[in-house]
C-alpha cells in the first residue's frame, strides 16, 4: 500500500441551493519518495485536493489513508499532529502570520513541536538559508517582496523535516532563476533524503522536474502519467 | 506538549499590537480590583475602630439607670428621677456573686479654673472602684481612695483634654484647680482612651470622690442619690447572670412588688455595641459584593474584547492550526492573553486601591485598614474573573474549522 492512499474521495461545496462540485470522485496511490506534479486549469480541483492531502480539510465522501492510518477516523489534535510532524504545506497564499518575522513565520511549526527556543532558531534559521533567505530573517512579511514571502513560506515547510511536501504552486511568484533554485532544492530533498513531493504548477517548465504529472479538469483527473527515466 | 513560556510571549506581543485597547480593557478589572480593596478598607477600618471602641468602655459592662425602661403611657427617660442610692451600688457588689466591681456615677457639668484658664467639662462623682470597672490606667499620680470617699475629701483626677486644657506640658498632679469655685487637689492623671462608641472625647472627663459630688457639687433634692452605676461582671458569660442578679437584689431592696414595674433599668452595654460591630460587618460585605460587581463588569469588558480579538485573528489562528497547533494550544493562547489583562490590572487595581484607601483616610479623616487578606482575594478574584471570562472566547476560537479560518478575510 502507498504512503498516499485516496479511495473515491470527493468534495463538494454547498452554496446554499447550488452544489459546487470541486472534486469528482478521486482514486489515487502516492508511494514514498515520489515527485509529482499537478497541472489544470484554474478552478479544477487542485488547491481542493490538496488541502485534503494535507489534513486540513476532509473529504465529502471516501476514504483517505496516510501512512496506513483513515484520515477520517481521526478527532481534531491528531489531524493537527499529523499536519505538524507528517506534512510541510506551502498554501497558495503563503499563509505567513504579518506581524511576525520571517524567521519566527518558519519556527511556528517547531513552537507546537515543543522543541526548545534554541533548537528552534537553529532549525529555521538552516531552512532560510535553503530558501536564499539569509539576512532577511527579522523582517517582517510585509516588509519583504512577494518572492521572498514564497520563499518564507517554502522554508517554512521544510523546517520540520517532513516525509511528505505538499506545495500549493510554490513558484508562482518567482522568477525564472529563484523559481530553479526552489526547484533544486526539491529535487535535492526528493532524491536525497527521499522525501514526497507533491507541487501544483501551471508551467510546464516546473513540472518537467517532477517523476509524474497529474492533470485536473473540472475536479476529474484526466490524465496521470510516469515519466520515462531516460 | 505546550510551549508555556513561548505561548506567554505570542500573548503579551498580541497586546501590545492593540495597546489602547489592552489598556481600555484592563481599566474594567482595575476600577473593580480598586473598588473591592477600597471598599473592604473602608468597612474593616470602621470595624476595627468600633471594636477599639468597644475595648475603650471596658469590657463586660453593664449600665444600671434610674427609671424604668419599658413602654406605656407618658414617662419621664430612665434616669431622670433617681432611685438608685450608693447603698445600692455597695449592695450589688457586695451581693451579687457574678458581679466583679461596681462604680455609681453622679455627674454634671462644671466650670473648671485653674490660674487664668478655664474650662468647661463633665465632671463625675464616683468611687475608686470606675478605673477598674473601665479598665483604665492612671498616666501619672494615684487615684483617689475609699477613705476620701468616706470623707468627701476635695481630690480629683483629671482626663487628658482637661490637662491639656488647664496645665498645658505642667504636671498637674498636687496642683490645686477650682470646680464651681470650690477648689480640689489633683490626684492623679487618668491614661489617654480616645473616642467613645457615641463619639465623645472620653478624656474631657474629670473624676471625683461621689461623696464629695453629692454633698458638694450636684447636690440634689434626694441626698445619696446616684443617676447610674456601672457594673463590670466578671466575665462575658456572667453578663446575662449579673443583670438578674442585680434585677432581682434592686426588686428586693426598693420593695417593688411582683406586679409592678421596675424603678431602675439595667443595659449590656457590650450587647449594644457588639451589635454595632455586627451592622457593620454586614455593611463592609455589602460594600464589597458591590464593588465586586465592577470587577464583575471589567471581566465582561475582558470576554468582549477577547471575542473581538478572536474573531480579528481568525486567519491567525488558522494558519497556526495548519502548522499544528492543537485544541489547548490555541486554548491556552488566548487564556493567558485574558489572564495577563487582568493579572495586570489586578496589580495595578490594588495601587489604585491602596491609593484611594489612603486618600481616604488623609482627606477625609476616616479609619481605613487595608488587610492582606482583601488584597490577595482581589487579586486572585481577578485571576478568576480572567481564566473566567478568557475561556469562552479561548473556547471558541480552539473550535474554528482550520480551513474556513484561513479563508476568512
Ligand atoms: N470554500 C468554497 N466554497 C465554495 N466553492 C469553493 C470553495 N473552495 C473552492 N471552491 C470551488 O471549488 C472549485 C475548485 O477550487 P480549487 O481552489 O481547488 O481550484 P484550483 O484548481 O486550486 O484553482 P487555482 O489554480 O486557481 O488555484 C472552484 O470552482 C471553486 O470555486
Ligand atoms: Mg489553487
Redesign the interface.
Known amino acids: 500500500m502507498g504512503l498516499i492512499e485516496a479511495r473515491g474521495i470527493s468534495k463538494t461545496y454547498s452554496l446554499g441551493e447550488v452544489d459546487v462540485r470541486a472534486l469528482c470522485p478521486t482514486s489515487l496511490t502516492i508511494e514514498a519518495a515520489e515527485f509529482i506534479a499537478i497541472m489544470g486549469p484554474s478552478g479544477s480541483g487542485k488547491s481542493t485536493l490538496m488541502?485534503i492531502l494535507g489534513c486540513?480539510?476532509k473529504p465529502s465522501s471516501g476514504t483517505y489513508l496516510l501512512d496506513s492510518v483513515e484520515a477520517g477516523g481521526l478527532d481534531?489534535?491528531q489531524r493537527?499532529?499529523i499536519?505538524?510532524?507528517k506534512i510541510g504545506?506551502v498554501?497558495q497564499g503563503f499563509?505567513?502570520?504579518s506581524?511576525?518575522s520571517a524567521i519566527e513565520n518558519v519556527e511556528?511549526?517547531l513552537?507546537?513541536?515543543?522543541l526548545s527556543?534554541q533548537e528552534r532558531r537553529q532549525r529555521a534559521l538552516t531552512a532560510l538559508k535553503k530558501v536564499g533567505l539569509e539576512g532577511r530573517e527579522y523582517h517582517h512579511p510585509n516588509q519583504l517582496s512577494g518572492g521572498q514571502q514564497q520563499r518564507v513560506a517554502i522554508a517554512?515547510a521544510l523546517v520540520?523535516n517532513a516525509p511528505i511536501i505538499l506545495a500549493d504552486e510554490p513558484t508562482g511568484n518567482l522568477d525564472t532563476k529563484t523559481s530553479a533554485e526552489i526547484m533544486d532544492l526539491f529535487v535535492d530533498l526528493n532524491t536525497h533524503a527521499k522525501i514526497t513531493i507533491i507541487l501544483v504548477t501551471h508551467e510546464p517548465d516546473i513540472a518537467a522536474y517532477s517523476k509524474r504529472i497529474i492533470r485536473f479538469l473540472d475536479g476529474c483527473i484526466v490524465s496521470d502519467e510516469v515519466k520515462k527515466t531516460e | 506538549?505546550?510551549?508555556v513560556?513561548?505561548t506567554i510571549r505570542i500573548s503579551i506581543?498580541a497586546l501590545r499590537?492593540n495597546k489602547m485597547r489592552s489598556a481600555l480593557t484592563m481599566l474594567g478589572i482595575i476600577i473593580g480590583v480598586g473598588a473591592v480593596i477600597a471598599m473592604l478598607a473602608v468597612g474593616t477600618g470602621a470595624r476595627q475602630k468600633i471594636s477599639e471602641q468597644i475595648s475603650s468602655i471596658g469590657s463586660n459592662l453593664l449600665i444600671v439607670l434610674s427609671g424604668a425602661s419599658t413602654s406605656g403611657g407618658i414617662r419621664m427617660g430612665s434616669g431622670t428621677r433617681p432611685s438608685l442610692s450608693l447603698g445600692d451600688s455597695e449592695a450589688i457588689k457586695r451581693e451579687c456573686p457574678s458581679v466583679q466591681d461596681v462604680a455609681p456615677v453622679l455627674g454634671g457639668t462644671a466650670q473648671v479654673v485653674y490660674g487664668n484658664l478655664n474650662w468647661s467639662t463633665g465632671v463625675t462623682g464616683t468611687t475608686p472602684s470606675m478605673l477598674s470597672v473601665r479598665d483604665w490606667q492612671l498616666s501619672s499620680g494615684r487615684s483617689f481612695t475609699e477613705d476620701d470617699v468616706k470623707g468627701a475629701t476635695k481630690v480629683c483626677l483629671l482626663g487628658q483634654t482637661v490637662v491639656d486644657n488647664l496645665f498645658g506640658s505642667i504636671d498637674p498632679v498636687g496642683s490645686v484647680i477650682r470646680i464651681e469655685k470650690i477648689p480640689f487637689t489633683v490626684a492623679g492623671v487618668l491614661e489617654i482612651k480616645g473616642q467613645s462608641p457615641g463619639g465623645q472625647d472620653q478624656d474631657d472627663v474629670i473624676y471625683v470622690p461621689i461623696t464629695t459630688a453629692q454633698k458638694k457639687l450636684f447636690g440634689t433634692a434626694f441626698p445619696g442619690m446616684i443617676r447610674m452605676m456601672m457594673v463590670k461582671a466578671r466575665t462575658a458569660e456572667d453578663l446575662f447572670r449579673s443583670e438578674q442578679e442585680i434585677a432581682e437584689l434592686l426588686r428586693q431592696r426598693h420593695k417593688i412588688n411582683p406586679k409592678q414595674e421596675d424603678d431602675f433599668t439595667v443595659r449590656n452595654l457590650t450587647q449594644m455595641l457588639q451589635a454595632t460591630e455586627q451592622s457593620t460587618k454586614v455593611m463592609t460585605i455589602l460594600l464589597g459584593a458591590i464593588a465586586s460587581v465592577s470587577l464583575l463588569v471589567g471581566g465582561i469588558g475582558i470576554m468582549n474584547i477577547m471575542l473581538v480579538s478572536v474573531t480579528e485573528r481568525t486567519?491567525?489562528i488558522?494558519?497556526?492550526?495548519?502548522?499544528?497547533?492543537?485544541?489547548w494550544?490555541i486554548r491556552l493562547q488566548f487564556i493567558i492573553e485574558a489572564l495577563i489583562l487582568s493579572m495586570i490590572g489586578g496589580i495595578a487595581g490594588i495601587l489604585v486601591g491602596l491609593a484611594v484607601s489612603e486618600a481616604l483616610a488623609l482627606f477625609a479623616g476616616w479609619s481605613v485598614i487595608v488587610s492582606p487578606f482583601s488584597v490577595i482575594l482581589s487579586f486572585g478574584f481577578s485571576g478568576v474573573v480572567g481564566i473566567f471570562f478568557g475561556f469562552y472566547p479561548a473556547y471558541k476560537a480552539s473550535l474554528l474549522d482550520?480551513?474556513e479560518a484561513?479563508r476568512y478575510e
Open positions: 488541502n486540513l480539510d481534531r489534535d493537527a499532529e499536519r505538524n510532524k504545506f498554501f499563509n505567513l502570520l506581524r511576525t511556528l511549526p513552537l507546537y513541536d515543543g527556543a517554512r520540520n | 506538549m505546550i510551549n513560556p513561548s506581543r499590537v486567519r491567525e488558522g494558519i497556526r492550526m495548519a502548522v499544528g497547533a492543537k485544541t494550544d482550520p480551513i484561513l
